[in-house]
């Protein structure tokens, strides 16, 4: 892979810092490929193959052997974090020069300070005022002089400003007697200057006599992060002047440094010196450059000191030795003796956190309104913390159910006990409110939804997001002679899931946690499945029933004690959640919804409704189902597709019909039908029958089942192939035939020996085929309905719209029945 080998992870990061310009002048510089660099470190690759990670771990102070052998994962861990922290750190003070150049150009309409030099360009503005008046402006020439009127040429380069007013007054007055005189400058001169070294765009630049060291390196966009920023050096004829600490500027607002510029000066900007990066609890985490600082507290004092979160005893230096192994040590800053421990370059320091409070205190999580630590005082009582209902709990929180998570200092095991919140706060000091012990947890659950609090917030109290941390540590602890105490439920409860078994080992505590029983529970019995093992140590599930009933039994219940691994299965009454209801609608005494008792038929629900009134037409009622009306719809989807598929077989394949064109025309229209029927699910009957009659089949009712009857009808209605589709007013004595004429007779599609007629129950009747018609002059009843079918015989290979007509028309006259009520 080349020389990218041998280059170090950190390497990598701080190379890709650059910008791009650097970038490639380093690249070409040492003959490294850019892109395998970038490669390397998305990859994480870019760990130096040549210098492997030692662990070597020994306090800074000393080198003893016994030191060198501190290598556990731990440690490991720690040590990768920090390399980490380490190189993402910035380099301090670098942000200054973001931004537009222009945004630092120095200003120039400021009061020009009295020790100003005076040079070529500069303009200067004379005023005289007594026995002669007069305003001159006079420009410095190339040879350093001014030209003054009357009085002739005057040299003034390499004055200062105030030397140059008392110079020209004491000229004035000299020459002129009753004549004072006021000098300012106009205009001043620009200069040329040069910032070279490590600038971010190095040059010669020009900007204005009043410059200063700062405003020229704003005007060349900065110093590049390889560049120093505490030893800027201010050059003149080859020789260094001064040099300028940015630090002081940046930390303390010293610009005693920053000195004037004059034209040709050189500000160099040398290679950046020795860094230290210094996070974790500092005011500035970031990388410091070094320039005396060699000891931890003046390291600190960079970094603008420690947090209060900060723990300085053990304050972790990082730090890689003669042999290129990487060793740490730790520092006590919290004395004068750990604040001089010495620092050099490369050292990454961290600032550990106060994690963990160590001292002692007791945690309220969850619904409350006031989470968080509290002072722990021995023998302190939940109500000293929890006093009131409604100020101490959140209006979601559950009121009747917590749980207290306690550790044992001895074993670092943790333990849970049940709390009733409402116990607590009704009885403070007894044994409905516990003592506390330090650090104890005591979780409070949401027990509904409040509007206007955060969803996510919701979301965290419930059961399942705070207790799921508990669990996973119960089990972790968990050994062959000390299972977890872990129990599941499920069923007839608000919150089925698995939960700690508390102390108490109660099944009433379980169920309290799961928020209590639904109002569909059984009272009967409930169900614990239990893990048993045998003298060989086979594990067999035996499932044991409990004769218990939890409300009105409580004592049993509280009496069982749980094992690790029980599944508790509280079960429902039967047919508890299942509400069924028939409609009756139309001409019945009493018409509405009505629930159904399992096994319960059509007259049985007739006769609570009080019957039929004196102007049903039982002959006529339409008798709906679900079940039925799912069917329907399948039906209608499959003619649907058949005839979408025959549509495009006819426009693709262009067989030859005898009408071809009429042929697409007609299952278009068909089609149109189709998406528009509306599935009724209608169920022929005999409804005076089934009221009246003993032998006639029981129509048993199902769950969403509906019952229409109509008012006696008064008339006949022809559908289909004929001239005017209409309904005609029926008359004692006319025909079938006579009703089709009455509707302008078939037309020339119609298929005049397939005619058939539905009966107002739904029933079909085929007047060629049926003895009920004796032949077509037969009579009709008020309610029936002629369909005079389409000839399909004329398009061939289209018998589908047989079936499809009647299911059609079937359809429309039952919906026509029911939206006529």
């Keep these: ?25 380093l690249a070409e510089q040492y003959g490294v490929d850019v892109d395998e660099l970038k490669a390397q470190r998305s990859s994480g690759n870019g760990q130096s193959m040549e210098q492997p990670d030692a662990p070597v771990v020994q306090p800074v102070s000393s080198s003893d052997e016994s030191s060198e052998s501190q290598s556990d994962d731990a440690e490991e861990s720690e040590r990768a974090r920090q390399t980490e922290d380490s190189s993402k750190l910035k380099a301090f003070g670098y942000d200054l020069f973001k931004g537009e150049p222009s945004t630092f150009a120095p200003v120039t309409e400021v009061p020009v300070p009295s020790g100003y030099i005076i040079g070529t360009g500069d303009t200067i503005e004379l005023q005289l005022f007594g026995k002669k008046t007069g305003q001159y402006t006079l420009t410095v020439g190339r040879d350093g002089t001014i030209a003054i ?48 070294g490590e600038a971010r765009n190095p040059g010669a630049y020009t900007v204005s006599s009043l410059s200063t060291l700062t405003n020229a390196l704003f005007v060349s966009g900065g110093i590049e992060q390889t560049g120093s920023l ?14 300028f600490d940015l630090y002081d500027l940046l930390l303390n607002g010293d610009s005693s440094d920053d000195a004037r510029l004059q034209a040709g000066d050189v500000i160099f900007i040398p290679p950046v010196g020795k860094r230290v990066s210094i996070g974790g609890e500092v005011q500035r985490p970031a990388q410091y450059e070094l320039r005396g600082e060699d000891e931890l507290g003046e390291v600190i004092e960079l970094a603008g000191g420690m947090t209060n979160q900060a723990y300085p005893k053990r304050v972790r230096i990082e730090r890689i030795n003669d042999d290129f192994l990487r060793m740490l040590g730790e520092a006590d800053a919290s004395d004068q003796q750990g604040l001089n421990t010495p620092v050099q370059g490369g050292d990454h320091i961290r600032v550990p956190s106060i994690a963990d409070v160590t001292g002692q205190y007791v945690e309220l ?34 009121d ?70 508990v669990i996973e540590r119960l089990r972790k602890e968990s050994t062959p002679n000390q299972p977890a105490p872990v129990a599941s439920i499920s069923g007839e409860v608000r919150y089925p899931g698995s939960y700690p078994i508390t102390q108490e080992r109660s099944l009433s505590n379980l ?74 609608d139309g001409e019945i005494r009493f018409p509405g919804t009505y629930s159904l008792r399992k096994g319960e038929t059509l007259d049985q629900v007739v006769e609570r409704a009080g019957g039929l009134t004196q102007y049903a037409f039982p002959e006529g009622a339409v008798f709906t189902r679900e079940s039925l009306k799912e069917r329907e719809r399948k039906r209608l989807r499959e003619a649907e597709e058949k005839l979408q598929g025959r549509l495009l077989s006819q426009q693709v394949q262009g067989e030859d019909f005898t009408n071809q064109n009429q042929g697409q025309q007609q299952t278009r229209e068909l089609l149109d039908r189709i998406s528009e029927a509306r599935a009724v699910g209608r169920m022929v009957i005999d409804l005076e029958r089934a009221l009246q009659d003993a032998d006639y089949q029981s129509i048993r009712l199902q769950d969403g089942d509906s019952l229409t009857v109509p008012e006696q009808p008064q008339s006949v209605s ?46 079909v009747a085929l007047p060629n085929r049926s003895n009920w018609f004796a032949s077509n002059r037969t009579q009709l009843s008020p309610g029936d309905t002629v369909v ?3 000839d399909v015989d004329q398009l061939s290979q289209l018998q589908l719209w047989t079936d499809v007509s009647q299911i059609i028309y079937q359809m429309s006259l039952g919906a026509a029945a029911i939206d006529g009520l």
Excluded: C
């Design 511 to 584: 169920l309290n946690l799961a928020g209590g029983l639904k109002d569909g529970a059984s009272l009967d019995e409930a169900e614990v499945s239990r893990l048993e093992r045998d003298a060989q140590g086979d594990g067999n599930r035996t499932i044991r029933t409990l004769d218990v009933t939890p409300l009105a039994n409580n004592r049993k219940i509280d009496d069982f004690r749980l094992q690790s691994r029980d599944r508790v299965q509280i079960k429902s009454i039967p047919a508890f959640n299942e509400n069924r209801t028939v409609t009756l």
């Design 149 to 196: 009127p009357e009085i002739g040429p005057y040299s003034v380069a390499g004055l200062s400003f105030n030397e140059l007013r008392n110079e020209i007054s004491k000229l004035v007055t000299d020459r002129f007697i009753g004549v004072e005189s006021s000098v300012r400058l106009g205009e001043l001169r620009s200069m040329r200057v040069f910032v070279l």
């Design 230 to 243: 505490r030893r800027i050096q201010h050059k003149r004829d080859g020789e260094v002047i001064g040099t």
């Design 718 to 763: 022809v559908l289909g192939e004929v001239q005017f589709p209409t309904s005609h007013l029926h008359q004692q004595g006319l025909t079938l035939d006579d009703y089709i004429e009455r509707s302008g007779g078939p037309n020339s599609q119609a298929d005049e020996d397939r005619v058939y007629v539905i009966r107002a129950d739904g029933s």
């Design 788 to 790: 005079m079918p389409l």
């Design 365 to 398: 999580k969850g619904a409350v309104t006031r989470p968080g630590r509290f002072a722990w005082i021995p023998g302190m009582r939940l109500s000293s913390l929890i006093s009131n209902l409604e100020t101490d709990l959140a209006e979601a929180a559950d």
């Design 400 to 469: 009747s159910a917590a749980l207290l998570v306690r550790r044992d200092p001895e074993t670092d095991r943790i333990a849970t006990h049940f709390i009733n919140p409402r116990a607590v706060v009704n009885n403070p000091g007894t044994e409905s409110d516990p003592r506390l012990k330090e650090k104890d947890q005591i979780l409070f659950f949401a027990d509904r939804a409040k509007a206007g609090e955060p969803k996510s917030q919701q979301e965290s109290w419930q059961r399942g997001s705070m207790l799921s941390d």
């Design 1 to 25: 892979m080349g020389a990218a080998q041998n280059i170090s992870q950190s390497d990598i990061d701080r190379f890709m810092s650059l910008p791009q310009s650097q970038q490639e002048r």
